[in-house]
């Protein structure tokens, strides 16, 4: 499906901004077709496939007995567990543009690039990919952005009718740091219903039937989020050395499942599967990764706010904790986190026993009482209804 891209990249400025330029007058020669009623239009990050908020928005939505005509916009050709009355379109293609500039709805997890233009019948629903950040973000590392991703941003939130909050905390940023001045939802995030609410124990069996690990095994889940310059030296753990120091401190059986950020997963930098390490960096859905895994080992991603809400232990290993304050700050403090932290690889191994046996951990209680949390685990419902609501002209 990327034969269908309309553009190449390319570091040109030249060439960029005529791609630019006609990309977006594509936007408007496509006005010359009426607004579709009825028609949603959904993009996940790096145009993957079903997976995030959005994937459990449409799951409800579908549930409701909506009648809507879906379209997803897709590089990837069938993503796993996709229902089929979801029409699959190339992003970057010219139906893909034909397809926004004709939906009644937008629903995307990630910024759309700044060639695309909304039409003022049309309603765009922002779920973001992460809820309650550690790191900075948009403009408050405006400095590290580019140009391009500078204008694409300030053009998404210009386009935006809803954008999704879980916590007084998220919504104080979205406002300071996204360029964001509309309507703002905080009922929190559609893809942490299933933390909340999903049926944890056929799930956990459907990872380990997937990824074809023992029903019986404990899964250690290695999720570090990327670095700036995008390389991987600092992802360094011995899996052997840790399911071996796991085993004899819990007396069972582990597996060492790795999931990389999508911005820097390359199946090169990573061993093949084996029976004790698994590579599960292309498992879409994440959400289903955190239900199967017992212990998360992670840094600075938002994915250890996901995990937290299950109350499961959490150890933090920051090898270069001093360089990514330096390049891209936190906003909030890193040592008033409740989780244990490592810097080298033997704290790490010195750590596992004390971090895995934790007997209770409320880190859910925390979240509410540090962040205004305000997960329900109903989102997708709360959202899938107001979407219903635009479709038949009442919102």
Avoid at 51 to 79: G, M, R
Avoid at 331 to 356: C, G, H, M, R
């Amino acid at each position: 499906m990327k034969a269908n891209r309309l553009f190449i990249k390319t570091k040109n400025k030249k060439i960029e901004y005529m791609q630019d330029t006609i990309l977006k007058l594509l936007f408007y020669l496509f006005r010359i077709f009426p607004v579709q009623k009825r028609k949603i239009v959904v993009s996940c990050f790096k145009n993957h496939g079903y997976c995030d908020s959005p994937k459990y928005i449409i799951q409800q939505l579908l549930k409701l007995d909506c009648t809507a005509d879906i379209v997803w916009l897709c590089d990837f050709e069938n993503p796993p567990e996709m229902p089929a009355c979801i029409r699959q379109v190339p992003y970057h293609s010219i139906r893909g543009i034909y397809e926004q500039v004709t939906a009644q709805i937008w629903i995307s997890n990630r910024r759309k690039s700044r060639y695309v233009r909304k039409r003022k019948n049309q309603y765009y629903i922002q779920t973001w990919h992460g809820g309650i950040r550690l790191k900075n973000t948009e403009r408050a590392t405006i400095n590290k952005l580019s140009k391009r991703y500078i204008d694409s941003a300030k053009n998404d939130s210009k386009m935006i009718n809803l954008f999704l909050s879980n916590s007084d905390f998220s919504t104080f940023f979205i406002r300071r740091d996204m360029w964001y001045l509309g309507k703002i939802l905080q009922k929190g995030l559609p893809r942490t219903d299933i933390l909340l609410n999903g049926n944890h124990n056929d799930i956990s069996q459907k990872v380990k039937s997937c990824l074809s690990i023992n029903k019986n095994n404990k899964i250690l889940l290695y999720a570090p989020t990327f670095r700036a310059d995008m390389g991987v030296d600092k992802y360094t753990l011995p899996s052997d050395q840790i399911l071996s120091e796991l085993e004899k401190c819990t007396k069972n059986n582990w597996t060492f499942v790795i999931h990389m950020h999508t911005n820097v997963y390359n199946p090169k930098h990573w061993p093949g599967n084996s029976e004790k390490v698994i590579n599960a960096s292309s498992y879409e859905d994440v959400q289903e990764l955190l239900i199967a895994a017992d212990f998360l080992i992670s840094d600075y991603s938002c994915i250890i706010m996901d995990f937290a809400l299950l109350n499961k232990p959490i150890l933090l290993y920051c090898p270069d904790l001093k360089e990514y304050l330096l390049d891209r700050g936190f906003n909030q403090d890193f040592n008033a986190l409740p989780f244990p932290k490592a810097y080298t690889v033997s704290e790490v191994i010195n750590k596992l026993p004390a971090a895995v046996s934790q007997k209770e951990i409320n880190t859910l209680d925390w979240m509410k009482k540090a962040y205004g949390l305000c997960e329900t685990g109903h989102a997708s419902k709360t959202v899938a209804n107001i979407i219903k609501n635009v479709l038949e002209g009442k919102e």
